[in-house]
């Protein structure tokens, strides 16, 4: 089975294990019930036109001084997997990496973002390009 079947990550893709989780991980602990909250980093535009459900939109330049509503939402579900998404990975790093230091020790990154998970697990999510706020499908 090649990369981009076992991970829904293009062939190549540099995945950082340490910080990250393949999107077809994703797909299978949401299919077995597990206990996830995505954390969408993107801005509302893009969460409007293409999203994971379920998933919970704090842009990445609220972050911080949402962190504490973060924190408190895994107090309320002991256990629960954080993990960070945006376009294409790069925000949900920095994201992860914030989060970390504000105590979530275990949360990771969606590799790829968006454009992963449309492409390698569910291609009915739209892809799209984002030039600042502006949104189009493509």
Known sequence: MSQAENTGLPAGYAF????EVAPRTLK??????ANV???DVRLQPEYDFARIPGSVLVPL???QTRAEEIIGMLEENPGCKV???CHHGVRSLKAAAFLRECGIASVKSIAGGIEAWSTGVDP???RY??????????
Request: proline share 3%; aromatic share 6%; glycine share 10%.
């Open 16 to 19: 950082k294990d340490e910080w």
């Open 61 to 63: 330049d609220e972050l």
């Open 83 to 85: 993990l960070t998404l």
């Open 124 to 126: 009915s999510v739209p």
């Open 129 to 138: 390009q984002r030039q600042g706020a502006n949104v189009w499908g493509v």
């Open 37 to 39: 909250l995505v954390i």
């Open 28 to 33: 299978r602990l949401l299919d077995e019930g």
